[in-house]
């Protein structure tokens, strides 16, 4: 048999023995699948605190149960370690860590290559090593694939490696990661016939590409469809502000039509670890080769403008009541980067906050998911608690910004109880002379009710 049926076989079994580097949001729900499909599985990260928090059956990420992991841990399927050398006794290894963007918008590779170097020192024969962060098209040939031959070892005859993005969506209760597609790419045929046995374990459903840098390119079309649509949508917003129409309307219309739209809304910006960040992957790449790529500048451009045009808002809502923001006491509704998550990383609600502190304002948020922002977390530099919102809190603001839409906020309550708000999600259901909504004029026809 062959080293690549050797491991098939392996993974069909269950006798493979799985690990995963990286545990964070992606990281830790792939261990916990791989687990429960029957593999032993072993997590390793950098961070202690990860690593004793799954040794001890607990979780540190919303989507993923403690419950779950406990059950996992005592049945001796799911371990956690800071110690690479236990890959010299895995079968397969996904890397599940950051790529994130430097200062100057080049990605930052070094995660990557930290965690690749790792695994190069312990890779053996019949070995699969598969990528699944975001990254530009070609990662996983040029970067990847020379350091792990550099062991002498070849790749698709000896040992095994593929990319597979990552598609999973913190806080979606309805897509999982074993009911989302998994896009497998190989630097061989054998490589992605490994790779896919690996996900058929694990996944509902497995699509082959047939190399790593269209697996790498999907996730990049993917998430750049995504911001380039959210600027178009953003612009729009702008636009139907300057000419008295109601966006949102408009998009509630639109979508009516049953083929050829999707509807997008606007909103405060872009946050999150990808939607922000991945497109400029594929921007660097091509300027690599002298292509520029427009749609994505331009998007970036408006995306990255919209806290502004949120703080912008507030300043003229304040003005209705002849107010200045210097001075003004300000709510932030939200700091999360999108609704019933607890993450903050990019999150347009930090923008605002610190645009309008800089102006003067003194800037509190609620936020049930974030119950503390650390002072190094946000560019304001102040530590912050989540303010409970009680009818009497909200009173107590010169203005309330919705910035993230949670489900647990009572809108009708901020309604009833805020002086002014200013809604960059359209998360309040009624119209009302002191809710300024983004992207509508404020004395748009009443839609649904109006509050006197
Ligand atoms: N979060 C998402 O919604 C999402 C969705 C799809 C894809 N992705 C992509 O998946 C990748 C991981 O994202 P995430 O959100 O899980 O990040 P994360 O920050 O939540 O987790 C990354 C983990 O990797 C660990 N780590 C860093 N360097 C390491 C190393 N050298 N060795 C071992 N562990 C190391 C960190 O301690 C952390 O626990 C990124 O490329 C991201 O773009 C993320």
Redesign the pocket.
């Known amino acids: 048999m062959t080293h690549a049926q050797t491991l098939e076989q392996k993974i069909r079994s269950r006798t493979a023995r799985a690990g995963v580097?990286?545990?964070?949001?992606?990281?830790l729900p792939l261990a916990v699948e791989l687990a429960e499909s029957g593999f032993t599985t072993v997590g390793?990260?950098?961070?202690p605190r990860?690593t004793s928090a799954i040794e001890a059956g607990g979780s540190y990420i919303p989507d993923v149960p403690a419950s779950h992991v406990a059950r996992l841990r005592a049945a001796g399927r799911l371990s956690a370690t800071t110690d690479f050398s236990v890959i010299g006794g895995l079968d397969t290894v996904n890397i599940?860590?950051?790529?994130p963007l430097r200062k100057t918008k080049d990605p930052d590779m070094s995660?990557v290559v930290?965690?690749v170097e790792?695994i190069a020192l312990y890779v053996h024969p019949q070995m699969l090593v598969v990528l699944?962060?975001?990254t530009y098209p070609g990662t996983t040939e040029e970067l990847v694939r020379p350091m792990l031959e550099a062991s002498g070892l070849k790749v698709g005859v000896d040992f095994f490696v593929a990319f597979s993005p990552?598609?999973?969506?913190?806080g979606n209760p309805t897509f999982r990661t074993r009911n989302v597609p998994k896009v497998v790419g190989g630097c061989t045929p054998a490589c992605t016939r490994v790779a896919a046995a690996l996900y058929e374990a694990a996944v509902d459903t497995v699509v082959q590409v047939s190399s790593t840098r269209v697996a790498e390119m999907v996730k990049l079309l993917e998430n750049t469809f995504r911001a380039v649509n959210i600027g178009l949508v953003n612009e729009l917003a702008l636009m139907c502000d300057t000419l008295g129409i109601d966006v949102w309307e408009v998009i509630d219309a639109a979508k009516t039509k049953p083929f050829g739209f999707m509807p997008f809304y606007p909103g405060p910006g872009l946050g999150?670890?990808?939607i922000p960040i991945?497109p400029f992957y594929l921007s660097w790449k091509a300027r690599q080769s002298g292509f520029e790529a427009r749609f994505i500048e331009l998007a970036g451009h408006v995306n990255a403008h919209m806290p502004h045009v949120v703080v912008a808002r507030v300043l003229d809502a304040l003005n209705t009541q002849s107010k200045a923001v210097n001075g003004a006491r300000i709510l932030i509704a939200g700091i999360t980067y999108k609704r019933e998550i607890d993450d903050v990383r990019e999150s347009p609600a930090l923008d605002v906050m610190h645009l309008l502190q800089q102006k003067g304002a003194l800037v509190e948020y609620s936020d049930p998911y974030v119950a503390a922002l650390p002072a190094s977390s946000w560019p304001g530099e102040r530590a912050l608690r989540s303010v409970e919102m009680t009818a009497e809190a909200l009173r107590g603001y010169d203005c309330v910004v919705v910035v993230t839409d949670h489900r647990a906020f009572d809108y009708c309550q901020m309604v009833t109880s805020a002086r002014l708000i200013v809604d960059s999600r359209n998360a309040i259901g009624v119209r009302a002379p002191h809710v300024f909504r983004l992207g509508a004029p404020c004395n748009a026809t009443p839609a649904v009710e109006v509050v006197a």
């Open positions: 580097v990286g545990l964070g949001y992606v990281g390793i990260d950098l961070d990860k599940c860590v950051p790529t995660y930290s965690a790792q699944e962060s975001t990552e598609r999973v969506d913190p999150g670890h990808c991945d």
